[in-house]
C-alpha cells in the first residue's frame, strides 16, 4: 500500500522560512515524477514544484523562493521554502506518478499559515 506522508507545516511570519517533508512507504521515490501542490481555501489546487530524473519545474510565484530536492536513501522529498509570503498560505500535498508526471498518489496535505 502506498502511503505518502507530508510533515512540516506550521505558522510563520512573512519573510521566514519553512521545509515541508514528504516520505514514501510501499513506493520508491527514485526515477518518479513527485511534486508539491497547494490549495487554499475558495482556490483551485495548483502545482508549486515538481522534481523527475533530477529536473526541477517551479511555479513562477515561487521561483527563486522555494526548492525541491530528493533525498533518496530516505525515500524523501523536500520542499524548502524561503522568503515565505501570506499568499503562501495554504494546505500542502505531496504527490507521485508512476507513469511521466500523471499524479496519482496523494498524501493527506499539511497546513501552511503565513502572516503579515
Known amino acids: 500500500q502506498v502511503q505518502l506522508v507530508e510533515s512540516g507545516g506550521g505558522s510563520e511570519q512573512a519573510g521566514g522560512t519553512l521545509r515541508l517533508s514528504c516520505a514514501a512507504s510501499?513506493?520508491?521515490?527514485?526515477?518518479?515524477?513527485v511534486g508539491w501542490f497547494r490549495q487554499a481555501p475558495g482556490k483551485d489546487r495548483e502545482l508549486v514544484a515538481r522534481i523527475h530524473t533530477g529536473i526541477t519545474y517551479y511555479a513562477w510565484s515561487v521561483k527563486g523562493r522555494f526548492t525541491i530536492s530528493q533525498d533518496d536513501p530516505k525515500n524523501t522529498v523536500y520542499l524548502q521554502m524561503n522568503s515565505l509570503q501570506p499568499e503562501d498560505t495554504a494546505t500542502y500535498y505531496c504527490?507521485?506518478?508512476?507513469?511521466?508526471?500523471?499524479?496519482?498518489?496523494w498524501g493527506q496535505g499539511t497546513q501552511v499559515t503565513v502572516s503579515s
Open positions: 510501499g513506493y520508491d521515490f527514485s526515477r518518479k515524477c
Open positions: 504527490a507521485a506518478a508512476d507513469v511521466l508526471c500523471s499524479f496519482q498518489y
